[in-house]
C-alpha cells in the first residue's frame, strides 16, 4: 500500500467539510485527520481541535518564525484580516497510514510541493476538487449563514466571489486538477466516487482483491 494526503477542494459551501467528515467514518478507509489552523473567530457549533485550531494572529506569526508553517493564505473580510494555515506540527506521520484534510487550491499547491513523491513516484498529496453549481452554492451558503447567531452576509457574499476567482477553471488546469467530483444533490454517490479514489491511490483496492 501507499500512504497519502487526500487533500479535499472546494469553493465555500461546496459540502466539502461534510464529505470529510463522512469519509473520516468509514473505519475502512483508515484515514487520519489533518487539522488546520486558522485566526478567524470560532463559529456556531464548532469546537477547537475539531474544525481548525483557533489561533491569535499572534501565533501564527511565531510558528512561521519557527519556520513550521507549510503553506498560509490570508482574507481580508469586513471584519480584519483572517489567516488560514497549515502547521507541520508532528501530527503527520505517514508510516502509520493515510491523511484527510480539507483545504482551498492555494492550500493544496502548497502541501503538495512541500511532501513531493512518494516511495511509488507520485505525488504524496492528491487532490479531490468537489464542484457544485453556482446557484445552488449561492443557496447553501445563504441557508448555513441564517443559522448563525450574528449572520454576516457582507463576509458570506465577499467569500463566495473569492472562491470564485480563487478556484477558477484556468486555475484549476494550471494546478493540473482535472477531476472533479460533483456534489449537486446525490452526496451519497459523490462520496462513493472520491472513496474509489482513495482505494485506487493507496492500493487498498488492489490488495483487497489479492485477499
Known amino acids: 500500500m501507499s500512504n497519502k494526503i487526500f487533500c479535499i477542494i472546494g469553493k465555500s459551501s461546496s459540502g466539502k467539510d461534510t464529505i470529510y467528515q463522512k469519509l473520516l467514518g468509514q473505519e475502512d478507509l483508515k484515514l487520519h485527520r489533518v487539522i488546520m489552523y486558522t ?18 494572529v499572534e501565533t501564527f506569526r511565531q510558528l512561521q518564525e519557527e519556520g513550521k508553517v507549510i503553506e498560509s493564505r490570508h482574507y481580508d473580510t469586513v471584519y480584519g484580516r483572517w489567516y488560514y494555515y497549515t ?36 505525488p504524496i498529496v492528491v487532490p479531490i476538487y468537489v464542484e457544485v453549481e453556482d446557484g445552488l452554492r449561492l443557496m447553501r451558503a445563504i441557508h ?32 493540473g486538477i482535472e477531476r472533479r467530483f460533483e456534489n449537486n444533490g446525490a452526496l451519497e454517490d459523490c462520496i462513493a466516487q472520491i472513496r474509489a479514489l482513495i482505494l485506487e491511490e493507496t492500493g487498498a483496492e488492489h490488495e483487497g482483491n489479492l485477499s
Not at 39 to 56: A, N
Not at 94 to 122: C, E, F, K, Q
Not at 153 to 170: H, P
Open 39 to 56: 485566526t478567524r473567530p470560532i463559529r456556531d457549533r464548532e469546537e477547537d481541535g475539531r474544525e481548525y485550531h483557533f489561533t491569535s
Open 87 to 122: 502547521v507541520d506540527d508532528g501530527r503527520v506521520d505517514l508510516t502509520r497510514g493515510s491523511y484527510l484534510v480539507p483545504g482551498v487550491l492555494a492550500s493544496y499547491i502548497a502541501m503538495r510541493d512541500y511532501y513531493g513523491d512518494g516511495p511509488d513516484g507520485r
Open 144 to 175: 448555513r449563514e441564517q443559522g448563525q447567531t450574528v449572520p454576516k452576509y457582507e463576509e458570506m457574499c465577499r467569500r463566495f466571489l473569492t472562491d470564485t476567482a480563487d478556484m477558477s477553471d484556468e486555475k484549476l488546469a494550471a494546478a
